[in-house]
Structure formats: C-alpha cells, structure tokens
C-alpha cells in the first residue's frame, strides 16, 4: 500500500501548486490588463492575453492532475490518464488563436503608433516576471515526468520570457522616445507563443493518436525482446502512450512449443526488461509456437515489427 499512497499524495501536492498558480496568475492577469489599458501599452496587454492562457493552462492542468487519478472504471478501462494530454492539446490551440489575434494587433499598431507610458509597463513587467517566475518554481519538479503540467510549465516560461522583453522595451521607450518598440515587443510575445505552443501541439497529438511515445525506440525495442532467453523472434509490435508517462506495448513472440510454465518465465523475463530499460509496464505477449505454427523459424525472421 506504501506506493499507490505516496503516488495519490504526490498528485495532490501537484494539484495544491497548480491551484495556488492558478490564483495568483489570475489576480496578475486582471492586474495588468488595467494597466495596459490605462498605459496604452499593447505589449501589456497581448501579455494579459498570454497570461489569461496561462490561467487557463494551468486550470486545464489540474483538470487533468484530477481526472488523472481517478482508477479505471467499466467504460475508462484503462482509467483517465489521456484527460491531462487533451487538456494540454487545448491549451496549445488555445494558444495559437490568440497568438495569430496578437499579431493581426501588432500589425495595426505599427501602422498608427500611440504613445505609451513606459514606467507603467516596467513596474507591471517586473511583477509579471516575479509572479511567473514563483508559479515556474512551483511546478518545475513535475515538468519532466508529466506533459500536462510542462504545458502549463511552459506556458510559464514564455510569459517570463514575454515580461523581460517588456521589461527591456519600456527602458528603450523611456532613453529613445521610440513608441514603435510596443508593436514590436507585441509581435515577438506573439510568435514566442506560437512557439511555446508547437512542441505541446506535437506530443500531445503523437498521444492522442497513439503514436511511438517520445524517446522510445521502436527497433531497439524489438532488438531487447529478442535478445531474452528462448525467444526466437518478435514481430507486429505496437507501442503507444495512455498518458504522458505511461506507455503500453502488445506484440507477438515466436517461441518454441514449450509447456505453459515455461512460457510464463518468457514473459517474465520479456516484460522485465521492457519494464528496466523502457519504462513500459502495460504489456499484452501473445506467443507462437515454432511446432504449433507449422512453418520454420526462417520464415518469422524479418517478420513486419
């Protein structure tokens, strides 16, 4: 029982830092959409939009480290793990709408520039930059191991990145007089969002399509399983992902005509190197029999994987 507790009590600390992210992003997002309003200051306010995606990445987030938990049921065999995968796939929609909306503005604001208050855009700059910067810490021990909570990581990290640029360009607005830098500080948040956005899009999509799991090695698999004791050869393999970390393999395996005890230290010993070296513990091994299959072993080499 030690290991599925500390499993469901890391969930729920990953769902306290998402909540108290998602509470301070929201006050923030508020925070600065008044100020760039009042400060006429378009690189504030496509940075109030980028953080609105923010509060909604990181409440998507926790939708998904909910849901996540939850055992299988009679309909959810496999239980919920892809809720956090389309959670993330829609935050990364999400953000290449408003992206493209940044951009068409940035566009308009070239053309017809307008006088911006820099110190205003400094100082909220600065709180933006602290609040993204505490909420980054918060999840930075998640990202790794959970393409849910990356997403909103990352969506974290570009917002950071988006407050140094508005940091930068108010100093330029304030010694150069030039408003123009706006436009442009807007115009580079928005293509820094599109990507942020495109390697969640990627992944999230190879999930969701069941496609080979990021770094897994679909030969050196085959390649591992055929080096185990008394397996002659492997062949229609499917690898693919219920979740960001959870990955699951069907395939056949060619053995000799063996009793039923024998074959179960087969699937021991396949399933524990397929467990040690690539992290894949749902597993279905349907074996073949070399006798019962009524054909030699010279017409399974070569076999499609």
């Given amino acids: 029982m030690k290991g ?13 830092a998402l909540i108290w992210s998602l509470v301070f992003t929201g006050l923030f997002v508020i925070v600065e959409a008044l100020a760039g309003w009042s400060a006429h200051s378009l690189a504030l306010l496509s940075d109030a939009g980028h953080n609105f995606t923010d509060a909604l990445a990181l409440l998507l987030a926790w939708f998904g480290v909910y849901y996540g938990r939850k055992p299988p049921d009679e309909t959810k065999t496999y239980g919920y793990h892809r809720a956090g995968v389309l959670a993330a796939f829609v935050n990364a929609l999400s953000l290449l709408i408003l992206s493209g909306y940044i951009l068409w503005e940035s566009y308009r604001r070239w053309r017809e520039p307008r006088q911006v208050d820099e110190s205003t855009m400094l100082v909220v700059a600065a709180v933006g930059l602290a609040v993204n910067a505490g909420v980054m810490w918060w999840l930075r021990r998640e990202r790794g191991s959970d393409i849910n909570v990356r997403s909103a990581w990352v969506h974290m990290f570009g917002d950071a990145l ?84 959870t990955h699951a393999l069907s395939c056949h395996v060619l053995i000799q005509d063996v009793p039923p005890s024998a074959s179960e230290s087969i699937l021991r010993g396949i399933n524990q190197v397929l467990a040690e070296r690539f992290h894949i513990h749902h597993t279905t091994v349907q074996f073949e029999h070399v006798n019962c299959a009524g054909c030699p072993i010279e017409n399974y080499k070569g076999a499609p994987l």
Wanted: aromatic share 6%; proline share 3%; with cysteine.
């Fill in 162 to 245: 988006g407050s140094i640029g508005i940091i930068v360009g108010a100093l330029v607005i304030r010694y150069t007089g030039w408003d123009r830098v706006d436009p442009l500080l807007s115009a580079a948040i928005g293509a820094l969002i599109i990507w942020t956005a495109w390697d969640i899009i990627k992944e999230s999509l190879n999930i969701l399509l069941e496609g080979l799991p990021r770094g897994i090695d679909l030969t050196s698999v085959v390649a591992a399983m055929r080096e185990c004791s008394e397996v002659l050869d492997v062949h229609d393999v499917h690898i693919w992902s219920l979740g960001s970390s």
């Fill in 4 to 16: 599925p507790v500390l499993h469901d009590h890391h969930h729920r600390d990953t769902g306290r």
